[in-house]
């Protein structure tokens, strides 16, 4: 029975109409328009697909994508540095959605220290 359940859940989700996903992987999604944005770490999420920062600043609370686990160590940026209660800089690419508080972190300064993410990246 839980076969004929399963093969049953795999048609009707077959069937069921395409939707776009809201996805915002990459960088088609943010401005070209270089964006700086400083602020207090609220929290972190280190993992894949990449990291998420949200960060408490002077216009209100932003999201902050940040590199994926491999890059940020590649970059020097540890879980230990980033962290809540760290003021910091980001230099980066908001969202291109008006009125979105979104932005993909290409660095990162604590401290006077610049941690750069995407160092191939022309800036």
């Known amino acids: 029975m839980t076969r004929t359940w399963t093969i049953a859940g ?4 077959g069937l069921a109409p395409a939707t776009p996903a809201i996805a915002h992987h990459g960088w088609a999604w943010a401005t070209a328009q270089e964006f700086e944005l400083s602020g207090t770490v609220k929290h972190v999420r280190h993992g894949n697909p990449h990291g998420i920062m949200l960060l408490t600043t002077a216009s209100g609370e932003w999201t902050v994508e940040i590199g ?6 590649q970059a020097g940026l540890t879980p230990q540095l ?17 009125g979105e508080r979104l932005m993909k972190a290409e660095r990162i300064v604590i ?9 191939d990246r022309p800036s």
């Not at 795999?10 to 989700?13: D, H, R």
């Not at 994926?68 to 160590?73: G, I, L, S, T, Y």
Request: no cysteine; aromatic share 8%.
């Open 10 to 13: 795999a048609l009707i989700l």
């Open 68 to 73: 994926q686990p491999w890059r940020n160590e």
């Open 82 to 98: 980033l962290r809540p209660g760290i003021r910091l800089l980001v230099h980066g690419h908001r969202s291109a959605r008006n």
């Open 111 to 119: 401290a006077g220290r610049s941690y750069n993410l995407y160092p």
